[in-house]
Structure formats: C-alpha cells, structure tokens
C-alpha cells in the first residue's frame, strides 16, 4: 500500500473540477489510449484524465464505507502475492486478467522485476493529501507496483514538464501497460501530475476513448 504516500493533490484554481466533479466533468478528459509516445503532444498541466472522479458513483459501485468494501473484496494472486481487489463491476477478475498478460511475457522480461517490485499494494481506506476525497486505492481497485517509480510529489516542479516526465518514464514497460490498458485500467504514468506506479480500474475511461477512437461502437 506504499505506505505513507498518499496520491497528490493540489488545492489550486482547478481544484473545483478535482475536488468535486460530476461524471460529465469526470470524463470531459479523454484518457489517451496505447503507448507513451502517442500522448506527448497532449500532455500539458492539468492533463491528468481520470483524476477528477465523481466520489459519489464508487462509493454506489463499490461500497460506502471501509468495512462494506472489504466485504467486497477478495483476493487475487499478482506476482506471487494476494492483493484484496473489489469483485464488483469485474474489478478483480480484470486484475486476475492483467496478471495472467503479464505473466505470459515475465519469463522473457526478467527487468520487469525492477517495475513489478516490491508491490505497493492495492486496498487502502485513505484519503487524498489535502483533501476530502477518497482514494482509489479506498474502494479497493487501485494498484501500486515498485513505490519507488516516480511520482509528481517526489519530484517538484515537474509537474506537467514534458521533458522530465518523457525521461522519468521512458523505461516504463510498454507491455506492462499494455496489459492493464487492455483490461479497463488507466495509468497515473499518463497524466501531467504523474504516478508511474498507479493503476486503477476505470472502465468507463477506456470504453469512452475507444468510441472516440472508433474502435467499439455503442448498442
Ligand atoms: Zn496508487
């Protein structure tokens, strides 16, 4: 659970949309879907698709207090280790999905250790630094790898610096993301405000920039 960190935030001038969306302002970003490269020209402070979250719909999707998530949670092996992921809306067998993608390439891939380890971890009942929302990794459908990939916080100043951001993440497994991508998850890698170790499951990000991108229709 990286413990001791806590996601960042700012209380700024776009704090409004960050602190309390609706769902259309929770999807009003489009998350950039597919490999790094092809979301530099959009990165620019303030670019963090799905930050904002509209509180109100995980608390009805995934429960509303610590004690009704973790009775939604079970756990599912990832790298040898049981993490406790919400069943709910197909969170943890979507994590249990990621893994196996993951696994299949691990034996060739003997580096990924420096990404995958040590695990941070996934259910924490937290709040966010500096504000009244809760985490992600609250709700159980957060993961965190290695705690020790970059993080805005860490690195001051950088936030929305497309250099540095290029740089700190230029090692980043395309693979890796590619699994989590494929199953419904967003990566803090991609946002201005970056957390190249975070995960979470936001299916409703994904589906809305594969229609944009004309790769799913809608019935
Ligand atoms: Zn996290």
């Known amino acids: 659970m990286a413990d001791g960190r806590v996601e960042g935030d700012r209380m700024d001038d776009a704090s409004q949309a960050l602190e309390n969306p609706d769902i259309r302002t929770m999807l009003a970003q489009v998350y950039p879907l597919g490999p790094v490269d092809a979301v530099l020209a959009r ?8 930050r904002a979250r509209a509180q ?12 009704a998530v ?20 197909g969170a943890a067998q979507a994590l249990m999905r990621v ?36 985490s992600m990794h609250s709700f ?16 001051p100043g950088e936030e929305g610096d497309l250099e540095a951001i290029t740089r700190r993440r230029s090692g980043f497994p395309p ?16 946002w ?7 995960f979470e ?10 229609v944009l991108a004309g790769q799913v229709s809608l019935p």
């Open 99 to 134: 893994w196996g993608r993951i696994a299949a390439l691990l034996p060739r891939h003997p580096e990924w250790g420096a990404v995958l380890r040590p695990l941070g971890g996934t259910l924490a009942w937290r709040r966010i630094a500096g504000t009244t929302r809760l």
């Open 140 to 155: 159980g459908i957060a993961l965190d790898l290695n705690p020790h990939l970059p993080y805005w916080r860490t690195f």
């Open 175 to 190: 693979e890796i993301l590619a699994a989590f991508e494929a199953e419904g998850f967003i990566w803090g890698g991609k």
């Open 70 to 89: 973790r009775a939604n949670c079970e756990a599912v092996r990832f790298d040898g280790k049981a993490v406790a992921f919400n069943v709910r809306h």
């Open 201 to 210: 499951y936001r299916p409703e990000m994904l589906l809305k920039a594969r």
């Open 192 to 198: 201005a405000s970056f957390d190249l170790m975070h």
């Open 56 to 67: 109100a719909l995980f608390t009805a999707l995934y429960g509303a207090s610590e004690a």
């Open 43 to 50: 990165l620019e402070p303030g670019f963090d698709p799905g």
